[in-house]
């Protein structure tokens, strides 16, 4: 079965530290790759996608992602955090069936330290 | 102004009880959604409509009926309320395309019902 895996529940990073949160998918083929950010007692806002092309994507708010086809994984990164970045952090998948249903991972909390 | 937008936010019953969740979108997307936001913050889809047309039905009790009386509209209503139902729900919107460059799911607040 299609799956999403953010294996890391909770991530504390000092302000202006760099940032990774790791996204790993399973699924027969390449899916369409996304990250949301959910702040808290909002609704999804969507960081970047990746549909086909350069691996390196850019998104919004200064995040990037590497696509990785050997590894089945979409990493998002960050330079530089800041204070305004602590929020839930959730990879999704859209299964290529034309469905358009996204399927996301457990969610990763990021906190920043001061 | 408010791309996708739920009525209410926040949301308390009684098991038992029928209430319903609105969801409108000025976007003027071609499909819409209604996830499932459990405690421990896990997403999943519940159900999708294209142009008013059902297109994804998860395994979703039959107590849970989407309605959409148009294009702009989605709305949830739950039949006899349990306490298992507690849980953030989201509406998001989107536009069909093939141009798969532009495509965003649009996610609207979220409404938080309790059901105690």
């Known amino acids: 079965a299609q799956s999403v895996t953010q294996p890391d529940i909770h991530i504390t990073v000092s302000e202006g530290a760099s940032l990774e949160l790791r996204c790993n998918y399973s699924?027969?083929?390449?899916?369409?790759l996304f990250w949301y950010v959910q702040s808290p007692g909002q609704g999804l806002q969507l960081l970047l996608k990746?549909?086909?092309?350069?691996?390196l994507v850019q998104g919004i708010k200064g995040f990037e992602a590497e696509f990785k086809r050997s590894q089945s994984s979409f990493n998002l990164r960050k330079p530089s955090v800041h204070w305004s970045d602590a929020a839930e952090y959730f990879c999704?998948?859209?299964?290529?069936?034309?469905?358009?249903?996204?399927?996301f991972g457990s969610g990763t909390r990021l906190l920043v330290r001061p | 102004d408010t791309a996708v937008s739920q009525t209410p936010k926040y949301l308390v019953t009684q098991m038992g009880n029928d209430k319903s969740i609105k969801c409108e979108q000025n976007?003027?997307?071609?499909?819409m959604y209604w996830y499932k936001q459990d405690s421990k913050k896990f997403l999943k889809i519940m159900f999708s409509?294209?142009?008013?047309?059902?297109?994804i039905n998860e395994t979703v009790p039959n107590r849970f009926s989407p309605k959409s009386p148009d294009k702009a509209h989605l709305n949830l209503h739950i039949n006899s309320l349990e306490l298992g139902d507690s849980a953030v729900y989201f509406c998001?919107?989107?536009?069909?395309?093939?141009?798969?460059?532009?495509?965003?799911?649009?996610f609207g607040p979220g409404t938080r019902l309790t059901v105690t």
């Open positions: 998001a919107s989107s536009q069909d395309s093939s141009e798969r460059e532009g495509y965003e799911q649009y």
């Open positions: 699924y027969g083929a390449t899916p369409y």
């Open positions: 990746y549909f086909s092309g350069d691996t």
């Open positions: 999704a998948v859209e299964l290529l069936d034309s469905s358009y249903k996204l399927i």
């Open positions: 976007l003027g997307h071609d499909t």
């Open positions: 409509y294209n142009n008013k047309e059902l297109i």
